[in-house]
């Protein structure tokens, strides 16, 4: 979250408390006194509430949504690749400072940032030294090797982002190590290990974006002898400073201290707890009133707390809350296969016959939810504007009844429509935010069905094009934040046909754009990050246009901050989350 908004939030803390009782219809209302025992209202926003080294003591984090995978190859969700870092470790990371700051890379394996060739093909790093493996092993440049090329083993190792497999094989060449024919299995000629301690990445074309895409929990190594492939999401080994004591997938999971982890090695990790724990839970206002009630310290999933969670802590424990910005849109996915969403007219009557102002509220209203969003870049990344070809802020959000049914003649269904829609049980006013949608879509002839699936599905069912066809699927509900910050890293998987897969397929769309693809490969070339912005932009409005992705939130969300949990900020790079690594108990 950007530091500069700090101001505009603290100011507005009456406001909020008021726009959540008027929202939410329950009346009352809130004065600038914070409430209860924590540090204050917005104290983890643009700085460090309770700022401690203390170590010892028990983090309890609680969730409503399961992480997608404990595989650092095959994890997406933003919660799932914050929390990774309690057990995998990267070339580089992102810095453990609040807001913006957040953003900046600094070293975590390697002993400095890349250094770069001219040409900007060629990035070589050297391991620190005492690296180990949870056995007290020797962590070496082999196994970030090994596993890197798990990403290409894609009928294996399914769901998590596609980068790295782009820019270093862009041909497909390599098959991944479960085929490579190489003693080894380090057959990928793109990247060398001349020794132990040194690891060289040969880029085909510049990118810019490079030591980003290393950052991600898919650049993590994987000891080559305790891959158990699919099976290696049930107990991951540790090069971390916790590792995995149980894991019970969709009930709970226990991380412990890892002894054979040296502070000397890490710089980034203070590695304050002595256990971190999660309990998953579906049940929504169950989670907050545990959260309110001590029994939990964090909500993992950092999406924000259900309405009856929001007005509580509003009213008598604002000091435990953070109004946070996050760089996340909520969306629908128009799915170009799906008849009769493949005409563009047809799209573009959704847009018209969307109550965007409705969804808003359905989240929890401007103030709590987020601002309406009129495209499909978020705020944060360069190259972003304020487009609004389908003109929703001059409609003040409200739906356009006559454009919706002039789009449907257009597209030959005068008399509107049907299809389904996919929505997420376990993400808070998704399944809401569905049943608005319907309801608004009826008034102009398209009915919706709307299909509920769990958010661990995801990457199976709407992740997966042809479960998509088979299920007649024509919109998917979903939220989506930058990778990294810049174009590439936010709307590459979301638009480019290159990044459609059988499955953890995020272009959900289903866009196959020769344009788009061409912006992209132009952007990512581009000289100056101002000239890549300026393409961004055009591809931004090229989306839009295409009515293929209706953006209807530029999310923001309330979050619960517990008594007794230690070095607690907003980080930008984890998408206005809490940075989990530095979190602690008093």
């Known amino acids: 979250m950007p530091t500069s908004t700090k101001r505009r939030f603290t100011a507005g803390a009456a406001l909020v408390v008021a726009a959540l009782m008027t929202t939410t219809a329950c009346g009352g209302g809130g004065g600038e006194e914070e409430s209860g025992e924590g540090a204050g209202y917005n104290a983890g926003i643009g700085k460090i509430a309770n700022k401690s080294n203390k170590k010892g003591g028990t ?51 390697a002993e400095s940032k890349a250094e ?20 007290g092993s020797k962590l070496t440049s082999k196994d970030i090797k090994y596993g890197i090329e798990r990403i290409w083993a894609t009928e294996v190792i399914t769901g998590g982002p596609a980068y790295l497999k782009q820019v270093l094989d862009p041909k497909g060449e390599y098959e991944g190590p479960y085929k490579d024919k190489s003693k080894d299995k380090l057959g990928l000629k793109a990247i060398e290990t001349p020794d132990d301690r040194t690891i060289i990445f040969k880029l085909p074309q510049p990118n810019s974006d490079f030591e980003n895409m290393l950052a991600m929990p898919s650049g993590s190594p994987v000891k080559q002898e305790k891959d158990t492939k699919a099976k290696y999401a049930n107990m991951p080994f540790s090069s971390g400073p916790y590792k995995f004591e149980s894991y019970r997938p969709g009930k709970s999971l226990t991380l412990v201290r890892n002894k054979a982890w040296k502070k000397s090695s890490d710089p980034v990790r203070p590695a304050l707890p002595d256990k971190v724990t999660v309990t998953f839970s579906a049940n929504k206002e169950e989670n907050d009133k545990k959260l309110i009630a001590g029994e939990y310290d964090i909500d993992m999933n950092g999406t924000g707390m259900t309405q009856s969670g929001r007005i509580t802590a509003i009213q008598d424990h604002k000091a435990n809350v953070d109004n946070m910005e996050t760089d996340f849109i909520r969306y629908v996915a128009l799915v170009t296969k799906t008849k009769p969403l493949d005409n563009v007219e047809c799209r573009k009557a959704v847009f018209y016959g969307t109550d965007f102002a ?24 360069p190259g972003a504007d304020d487009y609004d070809p389908y003109g929703v802020l001059e409609r003040k959000g409200k739906p356009d009844a006559a454009k919706a049914k002039d789009a449907l003649k257009k597209c030959g269904k005068p008399n509107g429509f049907s299809t389904k829609i996919t929505a997420r049980t376990d993400n808070p006013g998704e399944k809401e935010a569905a049943t608005q949608l319907q309801q608004d879509l009826g008034k102009v002839g398209i009915k919706l069905e709307v299909d509920t699936i769990l958010g661990s599905e995801s990457s199976s069912i709407t992740g997966s094009p042809a479960v998509t066809k088979k299920r007649g699927y024509g919109m998917v509900m979903s939220g989506w934040g930058p990778d990294f910050p810049s174009g590439q890293g936010f709307a590459q998987p979301l638009f480019d046909s290159r990044f459609i897969a059988e499955n953890g397929n995020y272009n959900e769309a289903q866009i196959e754009d020769k344009k788009i693809d061409k912006y992209f490969d132009d952007a990512i070339a581009a000289k100056s990050p101002e000239d890549a912005a300026k393409i961004y932009t055009d591809l931004n409005h090229r989306v839009m246009d295409l009515a293929v992705w209706m953006p209807f939130l530029q999310e923001k969300n309330i979050t619960w901050r517990g008594n007794d949990v230690t070095n607690v900020y907003s980080s930008a790079a984890y998408s206005g989350r809490y940075d989990y690594i530095m979190l602690g108990k008093k």
Request: net charge positive.
């Open 358 to 381: 409705a969804l808003q509220k359905t989240r929890g209203g401007k103030l709590a939810a987020g601002e309406i969003a009129t495209n499909a870049l978020p705020k944060s990344i």
């Open 116 to 135: 770069i060739s001219d040409d900007g093909k060629t990035y070589t790093y050297k391991l620190r030294e005492g690296l180990t493996w949870e056995d």
């Open 59 to 109: 983090l309890k984090f609680i969730a409503k949504q399961p992480i997608d995978s404990a595989d650092p190859q095959r994890a997406y969700y933003g919660m799932t690749w914050d929390f990774m870092r309690y057990y995998t470790r990267t070339l580089v990371t992102y810095d453990t400072k609040p807001g913006e700051a957040s953003n900046n890379l600094v070293p975590d394996l």
